[in-house]
Structure formats: C-alpha cells, structure tokens
T-cell receptor, first 112, second 115 residues
Framework: DAEITQSPRHKITETGRQVTLACHQT?????MFWYRQDLGHGLRLIHYSYGVQDTNKGEVSDGYSVSRSNTEDLPLTLESAASSQTSVYFCASSENPIYEQYFGPGTRLTVT | AQKVTQAQTEISVVEKEDVTLDCVYETRDTTYYLFWYKQPPSGELVFLIRRNSFDEQNEISGRYSWNFQKSTSSFNFTITASQVVDSAVYFCALDTTGTASKLTFGTGTRLQVTL
C-alpha cells in the first residue's frame, strides 16, 4: 500500500544545531507540503513543492529550507534550530493541489 | 486575507448524542475550496471531505454530514449518533488559490465522546 512516512518521529536538539526531518511518500504524488502544528494556531504551511526541483515558501518559512531532488522525498532542514521551532511537523502529499492531502504521522521536535 | 474560525475549542458529548462542529470562513474570492480533516489521538490527519464554492449541496456520508452555507460563510460538520471512536481534533481548512499554496487551517475543535 502507498504511504507517507516521516523520520524521526521524535527529536530533541539544541539551539543552533542544524536539523533535517525526512519525508518519504510512495504515492508518486508531485505535490508535497510541510506544516507545523502549534497549539492555538492549527497547521501552518512552511514550504511546498509541485515537483522535482520546485520549492516554494509558505506562510512561516523563515529558518527552514527544503529541497526536492526526486518525486518521493521532501526533506525539511532547520538551518539553526531555535526554541520557537519546537513543534510537531507534518509532511503531506497530494495528487492535485486542490485535492485532499495525505499526511504523514508527524515528527515531534523539541529544541532546548 | 483569508481566515477560518472554529470557535468551539472543545466539545464533550455522551455517546449516541448528535454533535455539530462549526466552521466559519472569510474570503473575498469567489472560487475556493473547503476541507475537513480529522486528527485522532494517534496524531495523523485524515481527510474527510472537500467542497468547492460552487457546490452548495449538503453531503451525507454515513453518520457524518456537512452543511455548506455561502450566505453565512459556514461549513458545519455534524456527527449523528456519536461514538467513542469519533473522539479527535477536527480541523476545517480553506484554500482560495486552487494550488494549496495558502491552505489555511482553523485552530481545530477537540471532540471528546464518552460512554
């Protein structure tokens, strides 16, 4: 069965360190998205990609970057982790941008 | 600017009760898409429904139904005869671009269904 996975599921890191969160989907979807979920804010879009070599900034992109070298993966990098980036991060993919998105299980990141 | 408001932060009901989750949206666009997602305690988000702005027909899927009213900018979600497995956080979302580049989520409503 097709799926979308995220790793690690939990991560604790220190302020200033670079962190990369992995997202891998086997749906063969061109469209992939990264969100963060914080209490009181719902989900907010960080970055998104409509295909290989395509990346775009979302609502809360400062301090984050992504790269898309193949269809299956969209890793999210925190260049220099800050305590404000403590959150739960969700990756999602979709066949078409206006269709439903399939979400991964999430990564809980704590920056100390 | 677009906005989604889910004013009910948390709702508690007893099993078999009906419950309605409210969603009010704001947008100046005439074409837009509305979504509902469910986030059970396990954490992943699960798609429930998508509705475009040109389709105001209400929809029923088993115990779930959705009432879309453009006149009041609302897209409410009703669960009939609630069950413990319905306990989750429910999110309403709005996309005005058709590209998901500005998909706006509400803050969610936590539904607790008890025996």
């Amino acid at each position: 069965d097709a799926e979308i996975t995220q790793s690690p599921r939990h991560k604790i890191t220190e302020t200033g360190r670079q962190v990369t969160l992995a997202c891998h989907q086997t749906w063969n979807h061109n469209n992939m998205f990264w969100y963060r979920q914080d209490l009181g804010h719902g989900l907010r879009l960080i970055h998104y990609s409509y295909g290989v070599q395509d990346t775009n900034k979302g609502e809360v992109s400062d301090g984050y970057s992504v790269s898309r070298s193949n269809t299956e993966d969209l890793p999210l990098t925190l260049e220099s982790a800050a305590s404000s980036q403590t959150s739960v991060y969700f990756c999602a993919s979709s066949e078409n941008p206006i269709y439903e998105q399939y979400f991964g299980p999430g990564t809980r990141l704590t920056v100390t | 600017a677009q906005k989604v408001t889910q004013a009910q932060t948390e709702i508690s009901v007893v099993e078999k009760e009906d419950v309605t989750l409210d969603c009010v949206y704001e947008t100046r666009d005439t074409t837009y898409y509305l979504f509902w997602y469910k986030q059970p305690p396990s954490g992943e988000l699960v798609f429930l429904i998508r509705r475009n702005s040109f389709d105001e027909q209400n929809e029923i899927s088993g115990r779930y139904s959705w009432n879309f009213q453009k006149s009041t900018s609302s897209f409410n979600f009703t669960i009939t005869a609630s069950q413990v497995v319905d306990s989750a956080v429910y999110f309403c979302a709005l996309d005005t671009t058709g590209t998901a580049s500005k998909l706006t989520f509400g803050t969610g409503t936590r539904l607790q269904v008890t025996l």
